[in-house]
């Protein structure tokens, strides 16, 4: 197993400085990165195969992919930060804006009804694409970050106090945990962390050792960002449903790329954000049951969010509009909408069978490079394992590794933390590499980027 | 002067069901409508006269402007709600979407600095838009309200108790008022509300007298979105600071329509939407003094607003980032840049000349229709007065006027509830319509 990642960074980023189509190109001659481009169109591809993968049909459709940087192809490892969006997300934003473009729910005229309409009409899409029971379910938030914050506001400042418990992994993301913090600070409740097992998993016993008549609410992730590894939600459901405890799902790994059941699940609040999921950036959602959200305090006053406004009070709207104060993110929704037509007509199951094919494929193929350390269950272990990897090549800084894949091979992934210190600190590390793929990615840029990790290794160690 | 609209509604909303080409068009005849067009058509027009206006310039920049519903050409009145955008946003986000697209801050590969140079480069824009001291100055948010939530919640309830006063007008928007209500009802502090004169302009003789060393916080627009006049936001300051009191300035009816220079305000903090000055929906900002923003506590917690996450606190970065929790806005404040590229190279203070010129035209066209009365102070009694109109028209509800408007003329106005009364808002912008 490779020790923690060695803290001397050889690389340092104040030598980097480059652009797509910047000749000069970092610290490695042209030659030696053509050298590797031709290596990899020599090597067999699929492309000869007769079936083309769901990566190769749909890659066309995605603009970004198509560039190259000295002569090496992009290769987009970094979809966990961020997805990238097909043709129709940009041409839907630009109809909006170019032909409709207006405030929603207050106007008369025509462009303000079209606006509305199509604004709803996303509102629709959303609830339908994670089968809520009703739109009115759906508030659209600016990403998942801020959904949660909605919740710890204005559910869990009105309903936690000293003595509760809010439980959570060690696993979440930061915008899954700082909100608690503050919910914590303000009302005496506790927080309680599931630590991992061996395997690099939530310890599912000890959370269910850890529930009790004071857990009031459970944070968890529906797959994590950095471990790759699934939580069994409905079950998780189920126990803290048994204590009184609502549940809150960080859904922002999951419903980008599997079929996601908001009925099925059982939680009481599942967020997710718009710009993960091929839609623009500027919007994300909270899913919460209709009685919950109804009980609920606002959050954000002001217009909108309002029935009727006095000097010293004020009456406030139904969900969803309770909690969408000001004017919205409205072409974002729309192309968001589009994003999710997109999807579907995939089809969200398709896509979940092309990545549990591409996961393991990185999987085995990342562990086969020696001195390295993927973080999170092997896909043996588990029977659900998304397609990333966090790992550490021994000796090696993983910000090293991804300035030079970036630098020298087109490779872009992903160094540092991931907005997930505690899980860090938990591992014994300070940092780590993450690919993470979406399903217009390949099995070849796959074997791009281990080529390339190999080289890029090899680069970094015989340099020392 | 004109009673209050009439409560009837002669012209049920359920009757209405068009959309842009549609050609059966609503209750109107075609040939009516038609004919309206001709008159307008054979009636002297701007465009026989030697110098093009700079509506006549600019409206080819966008769009949206150039289409027909039966026949009718679009006359958007609508701009206090939101803005029309001119090619270069579209174009702007467009790019960043097939190209660049990418997570900020923290990323490696070349996508995400390029990203990151253009998201910080369209912060440095706002802030050079409104001249703040410090780019860190600028907090993008999604939107005036937030920002206004914002100062609410992590100024408000930090520095607020029991016995403070919150000084307002009565003419503030709603996204003004609401976020101070909970503040208040979280507090103890209390609201206090300057009210109008008979000219229908805030009472800045009042306004001094409720200023008192219990005032903590003024929040009050620079343009009223109602009334089209505008504060003297120096001197509001200057008294305000007498006592010890943070200014908050709703600059949302102001920044689109003039230059705003935030170190000649003074105010402690400024918000504005970008949806309202050419830039795209689901971003909008928060001026705020760097010394103060340092002192404030996070408001939004999550990734990016830390410095280091710890199993029961964290420690938090610096302004702006405390203040932006999660992923940004990203293409959209970028969009919102080129908005501001484009507003710059007109010039702001070129735009404000021509909208004066075209307030008072229109203040002086609309009060010559019988039974019209208008809101807010005349053009002659006040040194500015947006191009804005709020009016009603003596027995008719005005949901109905702004129907058959859009219906037969496809004049899109907005119809609003301004306390118990309704009236139609009829704001334009720079963007002239014959």
Redo the contacts between chains.
Sequence with gaps: MATAAASLRYFP?SL?K???GDASGGLVKLSHRRALSAARVAAPSREAEPVASLGDLTRVEF??LH?E?DGAK?V?F?NG??S??PNI??KT??EY???????VH?????????ATEAYEGARTKVANFVNAADSREIVFT?????A??LV?YSWGLSNLKQGDEIVLT?AE???????W??V??KTGAT?K?VGLTKEEVPDIEQFKGLLSNKTKIVVVHHVSNVLGSMLPIEDIVTWSNRVGAKVLVDACQSVPHMPVDVQKLGADFLVA?S?KMCG?????FLHGKLDILSSME?F????E??AD?F????TYAEPPSRFE????????AIGLGAAIDYLSQIGMQKIHEYEKELATYLYESLISVPNVRIYGPAPCKTDHRAPLCSFNVENVHP?DI??I??LQHG??????HH?A??LHRTLGINASARASLHFYNTKEEVDVFVHALKSSIDFLTSEL
């Design positions: 980023s980097r480059r652009s797509p603009p970004i560039q940087f992009l987009y970094d930060a961020t990238q969006k997300v940009m934003l630009d804006y170019r032909s409709y473009n207006s405030n207050r106007g008369i005229h025509v462009l303000s009804a079209k600016r990403n998942a970050t801020e949660i914050n710890a060690v993301h930061h915008s899954a945990i700082v909100p913090q503050f914590s600070q927080l962390y954000s710009h623009p950036t500027g919007v994300g606002p954000l006053g002001g217009g969010m309002i406004v000097q010293d009070k004020s104060a000001g004017t919205p993110a409205i072409g974002e910000t991804a300035e894949l970036d490779v872009a992934i992903r160094s540092g907005c210190q505690i």
